[in-house]
């Protein structure tokens, strides 16, 4: 496979996190966790530290969309890793562990732990910690958003302007 183009930095990003998760997963399948994935793993701990959650609050707690956490919640609940109940207001669900989450820990945790010390060494390699980086991109990002910068280009006018749309013929 050849490398995606340096100015589709989604598609960059998007390899660099299929890599990653790719050789999480196969260090998983190793362990025997067949049904498990990575993106499982931030969802399981937060259940681990807090008990029971709603999506809405597991979404926050993890750093992810309400639309992700819900869709990582059915896939862990496909595996048996976690029951969904109604809360106290129909709007939300609430999420917990199963026993067969609990007997999954103690591998999930090693192979958290062997994963955290394999990416501190891949960042004595890298001219700057993978996570300080992408934490710098965000931070950026949250000051003058991607649209915005984009906007700047002189694509499309600024918020309430007016320009003609752009011909495709």
């Given at each position: 496979?050849?490398?995606?183009?340096?100015?589709?930095?989604?598609?960059?990003?998007?390899?660099?996190?299929e890599t990653l998760d790719g050789?999480?997963?196969a260090v998983h399948a190793r362990l025997g966790l067949?049904?498990?994935?990575?993106?499982?793993s931030p969802v399981l701990r937060v259940l681990v530290a807090d008990g029971?959650?709603?999506?809405?609050?597991l979404a926050s707690r993890v750093g992810v969309t309400h639309s992700a956490a819900?869709?990582?919640?059915?896939?862990?609940?496909?595996?048996?890793?976690?029951?969904?109940?109604?809360?106290a207001d129909a709007r939300h669900r609430v999420v917990a562990l199963t026993d067969r989450a609990r007997a999954l820990l103690p591998a999930v945790e090693a192979e958290w732990a062997a994963t955290t010390t394999a990416m501190r060494r891949l960042d004595t390699?890298?001219?700057?910690p993978l996570a300080d980086e992408l934490y710098a991109v965000l931070d950026a990002l949250r000051r003058h958003p991607l649209r915005d910068r984009i906007t700047d280009t002189g694509l499309l006018p600024p918020a309430g302007g007016h320009r003609t749309p752009v011909s495709n013929g």
């Open positions: 496979m050849t490398a995606p183009d340096p100015d589709a930095l989604g598609t960059l990003l998007r390899h660099v996190l050789d999480v997963a067949t049904e498990y994935r990575p993106r499982y029971p959650l709603p999506i809405r609050d819900s869709q990582t919640v059915a896939g862990m609940r496909r595996a048996g890793l976690v029951t969904v109940t109604p809360g390699e890298l001219p700057v």
